[in-house]
């Protein structure tokens, strides 16, 4: 038998079998919460619930860029809250790295459908579900790379800044039904995406951070941030980890600097 969610609040969040998304289910989890676990990985999955405590979620398998996934995912989680979605964390994404003559087509194609449709998908999919709950949020997981665009991550950033425009036109779209908007750009975080991901020649992110002396935060950090945003005072934006905060100020009062230390970057075999 499934478990329910009795009365507690709800958070459905995808790519919730690892990273920030699972780091988010144990905080949520924490505070009181019934967790809807999203993901491709059905392994992850089972390994998430298990370690969130199979009474204080559920587990939903499809793929963000499929439509009738949602819809179907989100109904059954629906059943098991007596029809309450308090929180729909869009968090599931990935990133390919390379300069953009060097990426294939899949590879865009990939991240566009993951990181900007899927977040598309579960916005119009959550809707109804939203607005019946009294004072629901969405939360956007974008990233610092919603705000500066580095080399080499162009399609990457795209899709970051693109959820950032989302979030801000639908903070307003949605205000009209009761419905609050948070989006959430972090830092770079110790997922594994950073073993993927390669910044500069073969290296990966994590080796190129570390070569460079950039801080790595804790995905934990992360998981507070969502939890402050949900809980704190209504707010759009939120930069995870001072190396975020000091790269949107940067980005504003010296952009030309920022853009030079990029085109340094990108020349760097």
């Given at each position: 038998m499934k478990a329910q969610a009795n009365g507690r609040k709800a958070i459905f969040i995808t790519g919730a079998a690892s990273g920030?998304?699972?780091?988010?289910?144990?905080?949520?989890?924490?505070?009181?919460?019934?967790?809807?676990l999203a993901d491709i990985d059905a392994k992850g999955l089972t390994a998430a619930l298990a370690a969130i405590g199979p009474g204080n979620g559920s587990i939903h398998r499809f793929d963000v860029r499929d439509r009738g996934g949602w819809r179907?995912?989100?109904?059954a989680f629906a059943k098991l809250t007596e029809?309450?979605?308090?929180?729909?964390?869009?968090?599931a994404g990935l990133?390919?790295?390379?300069?953009?003559?060097?990426?294939s087509a899949e590879d865009v194609d990939l991240q566009i459908d993951v990181n900007l449709k899927g977040v598309i998908n579960g916005c119009q999919a959550g809707f109804d579900l939203l607005a019946g709950t009294h004072g629901s949020q969405v939360v956007n997981l974008a990233s610092v790379a919603g705000v500066i665009a580095p080399p080499r991550l162009s399609i990457y950033a795209a899709t970051?800044?693109?959820?950032?425009?989302?979030?801000?036109?639908?903070d307003v779209e949605f205000a009209r039904v009761g419905v609050g908007v948070r989006c959430i750009m972090p830092w770079f975080l110790d997922t594994p995406l950073l073993d993927g991901v390669g910044l500069a020649g073969n290296k990966t992110a994590r080796e190129a951070l570390r070569a460079g002396g950039a801080p790595i935060y804790r995905v934990e950090l992360a998981s507070e941030a969502v939890w402050n945003a949900v809980h704190g005072k209504p707010r759009l934006h939120h930069m995870v980890g001072a190396k975020a905060r000091s790269a949107a100020l940067m980005s504003r009062l010296a952009p030309a600097l920022v853009r030079k230390g990029f085109r340094l970057r990108a020349e760097r075999p």
């Open positions: 920030i998304g699972l780091a988010t289910a144990r905080r949520f989890v924490a505070g009181g919460w019934f967790v809807g179907r995912e989100l109904a029809g309450r979605l308090d929180v729909l964390m869009n968090n990133a390919r790295a390379g300069f953009l003559e060097q990426q970051k800044f693109a959820v950032r425009a989302l979030s801000e036109s639908l």
